[in-house]
């Protein structure tokens, strides 16, 4: 079975500053890995996918994260963060060849200071 | 074009009450996937539907807990004899089809029904 782990649970930054938050995951196989962002009283909101090919991905709000396989990684980062992007981020690992569940991590809570 | 709407946002119950919470999909998906969310954690996958039938309910509460995705309407999670550790917010999400090997079988996540036992 898989698993995600993000091992910090809140991180402070300030406005303009550059911003990574860990993810490692545990599959057997190469995994699917996505980063959800949640706004409070929100739902999901899909930031990134990677399903193969270029393992730097691009997703929506200036966002990027690498699949690194060798580190079982799939690091998010941002060059300069805007207090728009206090929240909380989840990532999660699917499986191949099976239903589009999702395992989620316990998310970082991020607070963006002025 | 809607997306996952979930109703209700906010739902009271007392112990021993009923809880009944709708998904509608997005239009043109037929997968459905509920999720709970209890405070200060991930979520947790719960049941996986399709129109009439349960494809996966290994998250699932063995008791309390049931769902449904009928034929027309919009699936429903019903929790019977609420207890407090059902406060949570339970979300839904839907999808096109099955299978994360088609890059466009991602889900799409509602804005959640959170749910208060007192």
């Known amino acids: 079975a898989q698993s995600v782990t993000q091992p910090d649970i809140h991180i402070t930054v300030s406005e303009g500053a550059s911003l990574e938050l860990r993810c490692n995951y545990s599959?057997?196989?190469?995994?699917?890995l996505f980063w959800y962002v949640q706004s409070p009283g929100q739902g999901l909101q899909l930031l990134l996918k990677y399903f193969s090919g270029d393992t730097l991905v691009q997703g929506i709000k200036g966002f990027e994260a690498e699949f690194k396989r060798s580190q079982s990684s799939f690091n998010l980062r941002k060059p300069s963060v805007h207090w728009s992007d206090a929240a909380e981020y989840f990532c999660?690992?699917?499986?191949?060849?099976?239903?589009?569940?999702?395992?989620f991590g316990t998310g970082t809570r991020l607070q963006v200071t002025l | 074009n809607a997306g996952v709407m979930q109703n209700p946002r906010h739902l009271v119950r007392r112990r021993g009450q009923e809880a009944r919470l709708r998904c509608s999909p997005m239009k043109g998906h037929s997968h459905v996937y509920w999720y709970r969310q209890l405070p200060e954690e991930g979520l947790k996958f719960m049941v996986y539907l399709q129109k009439e039938n349960i494809i996966d309910e290994s998250g699932m509460p063995k008791e309390r807990f049931s769902a449904e995705f009928p034929k027309e309407g919009p699936s429903i999670l019903r929790i019977q004899q609420v207890v407090r550790g059902d406060s949570a917010a339970y979300f839904c999400?839907?999808?096109?089809?099955?299978?994360?090997?088609?890059?466009?079988?991602?889900?799409?996540f509602g804005a959640g029904s959170r749910l208060t036992v007192l």
């Open positions: 599959y057997g196989a190469t995994p699917y």
């Open positions: 999660a690992v699917g499986a191949t060849g099976t239903a589009s569940k999702l395992t």
């Open positions: 999400a839907s999808s096109p089809g099955q299978g994360l090997d088609s890059g466009a079988n991602v889900l799409t």
